[in-house]
């Protein structure tokens, strides 16, 4: 099982309820995809170093950028929303241009933007305004990591200094998919750990108690760091990580392993839908193949790929009946360790693929139930 490091310093926002202090406002707004040509985003070469001031980027200084200072920026807004972050009565503008200009009213800073597949932008990609104690408030921009296999968040805060934007946090947060990071307006930044990163922190062992971690913004309102740290009755198995199938995609005659689908999807309870970024294969058809090694049962509700904005399912769903495979209609095609299942799809291009489904350890009572 490909085991992400979770050591990457990020903010995941706790799911546990914590009142109307924690939901910022308003909600966030994708105004356009990062880079529709070919469904990354990245920085342009030659630009300035990640969170770097715009009045200072030639001197690769860290600090924020003065109104007087702006330079003119590319008009493309990859995201934008609205709200009070400088105390003062009335609403700052907030967006995220192409190039990786931030802007909060009129102070600006650079940012990294990693490159990343269009599907994990739209769902993961945001700006918030977040309550930070008082009436002091900062610019939350959440955006996903490189990895291909459903990548973790990395979670910035910047706030007003002085006429400045200056940045205060930068953690990427657990190991798959979105961690979330709550701001309950005290000055403080909280995630619940999920299971992965648990697990790395206490090596060996078979079961951890996932921890509440919290960051709490300085006295002179500069930098947020970890201050505390307390279990959850949240305890993961940590012998149930390891396990999901494989995913390899099929050129002529050759088989090239690309990741691994359902991870951490233990038990009917669990079932949920999880993606692998397949990358760019020309016109297509692509021909992928799932393959069960480990000693577990997989359960597949629905297979299906994203390419060029729409959904494809495999080749032989048009049949009636059509296998088992090709809708979530509880009725799962039933992969045993050993067992590979090869798919064709019509798609080229940028292509995603999606599971639904889950698995089961064997030998337990829900795999003799199939046999």
């Not at 977040?130 to 990591?145: D, E, H, S, Y």
């Not at 999920?194 to 790395?200: H, K, S, V």
């Not at 020309?282 to 790929?305: H, N, Q």
């Not at 009636?320 to 080229?348: K, N």
């Amino acid at each position: 099982m490909h085991h992400r490091s979770a050591i990457l310093l990020v903010i995941p926002l706790v799911a546990a309820a914590c009142g109307p202090a924690c939901q910022p406002t308003p909600s966030p707004v994708i105004a356009q995809p990062p880079k529709p040509a070919d469904t990354t985003v990245a920085a342009p070469v030659g630009a300035p170093s990640p969170d770097t001031p715009e009045s200072t980027a030639t001197e690769g200084a860290d600090a924020g950028h003065r109104a007087d200072a702006a330079a003119p920026e590319p008009a493309v807004v990859l995201l934008s929303t609205e709200g009070d972050v400088d105390g003062v009565p009335g609403d700052e503008q907030i967006t995220l241009r192409a190039g990786g200009v931030l802007s909060a009213g009129a102070a600006s800073i650079h940012v990294e933007i990693e490159p990343s597949s269009e599907v994990y932008w739209k769902q993961q990609a945001r700006l918030e305004i977040v309550a930070l104690g008082g009436t002091r408030r900062g610019v939350l921009f959440a955006a996903p990591t490189a990895d291909i296999e459903d990548p973790p968040d990395r979670y910035r805060v910047y706030v007003l200094h002085k006429g400045s934007l200056v940045p205060v946090l930068d953690e990427v947060i657990g190991a798959y998919g979105t961690t979330q990071l709550q701001f309950p307006g005290d000055g403080t930044a909280r995630y619940i750990e999920d299971g992965w990163t648990a697990c790395d922190r206490v090596p060996g062992a078979k079961k951890v108690a996932r921890e509440q971690v919290t960051f709490r913004l300085d006295a002179a309102g500069t930098k947020m760091t970890e201050s505390g740290r307390k279990p959850t009755r949240h305890v993961q198995a940590c012998d149930e990580l390891a396990a999901c199938p494989y995913v390899d995609v099929l050129d002529a005659g050759r088989s090239r392993r690309i990741g691994e689908i359902l991870r951490d999807v233990r038990g009917a309870r669990a079932a949920t839908v999880q993606s692998l970024d397949l990358g760019d294969h020309g016109a297509g058809p692509i021909t992928i193949r799932i393959s069960e090694e480990k000693a577990e049962v997989t359960f597949l509700d629905e297979v299906f790929v994203e390419a060029g904005g729409a959904r494809i399912h495999p080749r032989g769903c048009d049949i009636t009946p059509s296998p088992a495979y090709c809708a979530a209609d509880g009725r799962p095609h039933v992969l045993r360790q050993g067992d590979t299942l090869d798919l064709v799809f019509d798609a080229g291009g940028h292509v995603v693929l999606f599971a639904r489904g889950y698995y089961v350890p064997t030998p337990t009572a829900a795999t003799r139930e199939v046999r």
